[in-house]
């Protein structure tokens, strides 16, 4: 059995101590929308306080997205309401009224992931940590990883919503986004979403723009969170909701064997696969690869996770030694953008860094 001294020393060898570590990171900005407010008005008073970074991600991105797509997210300005239920279609106006952002464009940031996850695309994005101490407790961690890391690193933020003064649910996210990639709702379950890329970023467009038949994932993992369901009905509501692009759901719970990863296609769940600590599977690792498949050799994050999860052993993971696994090469890379902690029975715990890369 490692005791804590024997983890630190090994994790230090393995690079988990040094750049990147939360000695070098910074703890995201923490800000609080409240949900009491009209839709319109929740994001003004945070999104006014970034309009130049806004302004700079929606440059960089649309260099990568073709002209004829940016023209029929343009059109979808006028008519957002349309396509975007409430409370969403509020907020992206008020977005938008805030910082002089045209409404298509407030909505084109909320579509990165579904225009960028397709089959061979160049982007990568993430790696997802769910484990079972021995008490049971329950840790979930994530890495952040994606294409243009500057731009998204200046507008990583923490979140509390707030309904009466209390926190209902917390989450990071970038702004300008109305919906998030890694999110919590205290005393029930944690998320996070990592990238699958299937099929063509075209069929991704059909469905989002045209057809309409599917659902935003960072927008289903906030109304996973905005609704006070147990874990099995959260998983249920993640696995079978459709979706416009195919993606990873990894979600975290309070009790024993409350963990699972979510492989989904854009119409349902094709895996799930939960923990089981009597079985000894008391950690999951998933990166943007099927669990059952061999991840490819230059971009093989899941083995060194797992080396790393399995020398720190199941007596001493906590938090921040989730987060050094996280903090070890090439689990941390050039693209990650920041590095979240959580544990839905222990929300206080909730924390997040943008993570500097030498």
Same mark, same amino acid.
């Given at each position: 059995m490692w005791n804590s001294v024997c983890v630190y020393?090994?994790?230090?060898?393995?690079?988990? #101590? =040094?750049?990147?570590?939360?000695?070098?990171?910074?703890?995201?900005?923490?800000?609080?929308? %409240? /949900?009491?407010?009209?839709e319109q008005s929740r994001f003004h008073d945070l999104a006014v306080l970034y309009i130049p970074e806004m302004q700079n991600l929606l440059s960089v991105f649309k260099k990568m997205v073709p002209g004829f797509v940016l023209d029929i997210v343009a059109a979808i300005g006028p008519e957002v309401?349309?396509?975007?239920?409430?409370?969403?279609?509020?907020?992206? #106006? =008020?977005?938008?009224?805030?910082?002089?952002?045209?409404?298509?464009?407030?909505?084109?940031? %909320? /579509?990165?992931?579904?225009?960028?996850a397709y089959k061979n695309s160049p982007t990568k994005a993430c790696t997802s940590i769910v484990a079972e101490a021995l008490n049971g407790t329950i840790y979930h961690g994530r890495n952040m990883d994606y294409d243009f890391t500057d731009a998204l690193r200046n507008l990583t933020v923490v979140i509390d919503y707030q309904q009466g003064g209390k926190t209902v649910y917390t989450g990071t996210t970038f702004v300008g986004m109305v919906g998030m990639l890694s999110a919590q709702r205290p005393y029930r379950y944690t998320i996070t979403l990592d990238e699958r890329d299937q099929g063509g970023w075209w069929e991704n467009l059909v469905e989002a723009l045209v057809e309409g038949t599917g659902g935003v994932t960072s927008i289903l993992i906030r109304d996973t969170v905005t609704g006070d369901y147990t874990f099995e009905a959260a998983v249920g509501k993640l696995a079978y909701s459709p979706l416009i692009a195919p993606c990873y759901f990894i979600v975290g719970g309070t009790t024993s064997g409350q963990g699972v990863v979510i492989t989904?296609?854009?119409?349902?769940?094709?895996?799930?696969?939960?923990?089981?600590?009597?079985?000894g599977q008391w950690f999951l690792v998933e990166t943007n690869y099927d669990h059952w498949t061999t991840p490819p050799p230059d971009d093989d994050r899941r083995d060194p996770a797992i080396k790393a999860m399995n020398a720190t052993g199941r007596a001493n993971i906590n938090a921040p030694a989730l987060f050094s696994v996280l903090s070890i090469p090439p689990v941390m890379n050039p693209a990650t953008t920041y590095t979240v902690t959580m544990s839905a029975e222990i929300p206080e715990l909730y924390n997040t860094w943008v993570r500097p890369y030498p």
């Amino acid at each position: 059995m490692w005791n804590s001294v024997c983890v630190y020393m090994f994790l230090c060898l393995v690079g988990a #101590i =040094g750049p990147g570590s939360s000695e070098t990171s910074i703890p995201a900005k923490r800000y609080t929308v %409240n /949900l009491d407010l009209p839709e319109q008005s929740r994001f003004h008073d945070l999104a006014v306080l970034y309009i130049p970074e806004m302004q700079n991600l929606l440059s960089v991105f649309k260099k990568m997205v073709p002209g004829f797509v940016l023209d029929i997210v343009a059109a979808i300005g006028p008519e957002v309401d349309k396509h975007f239920r409430a409370p969403y279609a509020g907020e992206m #106006i =008020g977005i938008a009224a805030a910082t002089g952002i045209d409404v298509g464009d407030v909505v084109l940031a %909320n /579509l990165f992931y579904e225009l960028t996850a397709y089959k061979n695309s160049p982007t990568k994005a993430c790696t997802s940590i769910v484990a079972e101490a021995l008490n049971g407790t329950i840790y979930h961690g994530r890495n952040m990883d994606y294409d243009f890391t500057d731009a998204l690193r200046n507008l990583t933020v923490v979140i509390d919503y707030q309904q009466g003064g209390k926190t209902v649910y917390t989450g990071t996210t970038f702004v300008g986004m109305v919906g998030m990639l890694s999110a919590q709702r205290p005393y029930r379950y944690t998320i996070t979403l990592d990238e699958r890329d299937q099929g063509g970023w075209w069929e991704n467009l059909v469905e989002a723009l045209v057809e309409g038949t599917g659902g935003v994932t960072s927008i289903l993992i906030r109304d996973t969170v905005t609704g006070d369901y147990t874990f099995e009905a959260a998983v249920g509501k993640l696995a079978y909701s459709p979706l416009i692009a195919p993606c990873y759901f990894i979600v975290g719970g309070t009790t024993s064997g409350q963990g699972v990863v979510i492989t989904r296609d854009r119409v349902s769940a094709v895996d799930l696969w939960y923990l089981n600590a009597l079985g000894g599977q008391w950690f999951l690792v998933e990166t943007n690869y099927d669990h059952w498949t061999t991840p490819p050799p230059d971009d093989d994050r899941r083995d060194p996770a797992i080396k790393a999860m399995n020398a720190t052993g199941r007596a001493n993971i906590n938090a921040p030694a989730l987060f050094s696994v996280l903090s070890i090469p090439p689990v941390m890379n050039p693209a990650t953008t920041y590095t979240v902690t959580m544990s839905a029975e222990i929300p206080e715990l909730y924390n997040t860094w943008v993570r500097p890369y030498p």
